[in-house]
């Protein structure tokens, strides 16, 4: 069965540091771009980061520099990891196959004193 | 960044009538030299993920019922629910996944009975 299971989501205090995982199955992981997207609550989707099959890494500019995506292919797993985190960084977390067929059920992020 | 809007915020439908959703573009997500739409649709039910049910602005993915259509081209698109049913309530976003990321999502559209 294809699928993604986030984990790592936590309640953390303004300015602190989270690193996100995604365990991918029943596919080929490094085939495929991978993403994150984040729902804060009552709100939509935002795309957050992508990184492609290849390696090259993509940023919604809201995160540039606060956030790195990367992949360990031989492990099948994503990652996010996530520094100097606000009250804005607060949501869910999706992990994303692809073209979004895929998606995984969500890690919740606090950022919260 | 491509900005993706959708109109309405909020729509009621009656069962089995037809529901349209739009979605707009801030530029073109077609894509000339293979003639395809970078444009997806998205239905989210209370709390799960988003589920995949237009890729390439018309073309549905597996398993998704063929009331649903996708149509449009360039920066104009429309979801289509040709007969509405119970199981249909959901929020509808869609997204651009042209060239470049970020991949902007529209602001979602709620659709009731």
């Known amino acids: 069965e294809v699928q993604l299971v986030e984990s790592g989501g936590d309640l953390v205090q303004p300015g602190g540091s989270l690193r996100l995982s995604c365990a991918a199955s029943?596919?080929?992981?490094?085939?495929?771009?991978m993403h994150w997207v984040r729902q804060r609550t009552g709100e939509g989707l935002e795309w957050a980061s992508g990184?492609?099959?290849?390696?090259?890494?993509h940023y919604v500019g809201s995160v540039k520099g606060r956030f790195t995506i990367s992949r360990e292919n031989a492990k099948n797993s994503l990652y996010l990891q996530m520094n100097d985190l606000s009250a804005g960084d607060t949501a869910v977390y999706y992990c994303?196959?692809?073209?979004?067929?895929?998606w995984g059920k969500g890690t919740t992020v606090t950022v919260s004193s | 960044d491509i900005v993706m809007t959708q109109s309405p915020d909020s729509l009621a439908v009656s069962l089995g009538e037809r529901a349209t959703i739009n979605c707009k573009s801030s530029?073109?997500?077609?894509?000339?030299?293979?003639?395809?739409?970078?444009l997806a649709w998205y239905q989210q039910k209370p709390r799960q993920p988003p589920k995949l049910l237009i890729y390439?602005?018309?073309t549905r993915q597996s398993g998704v019922p063929d009331r649903f259509s996708g149509s449009g081209s360039g920066t104009d698109f429309t979801l289509t629910i040709s007969s509405l049913q119970a199981e249909d309530v959901a929020v509808y976003y869609c997204?651009?996944?042209?060239?470049?990321?970020?991949?902007?999502f529209g602001q979602g559209t709620k659709l009731e009975i």
């Open positions: 530029q073109s997500v077609l894509y000339s030299s293979n003639n395809k739409n970078y």
């Open positions: 390439w602005a018309s």
């Open positions: 994303v196959r692809g073209m979004g067929d895929v």
């Open positions: 990184i492609g099959n290849g390696g090259d890494t």
């Open positions: 029943g596919f080929t992981f490094s085939d495929f771009d």
């Open positions: 997204q651009q996944y042209y060239t470049t990321p970020p991949y902007t």
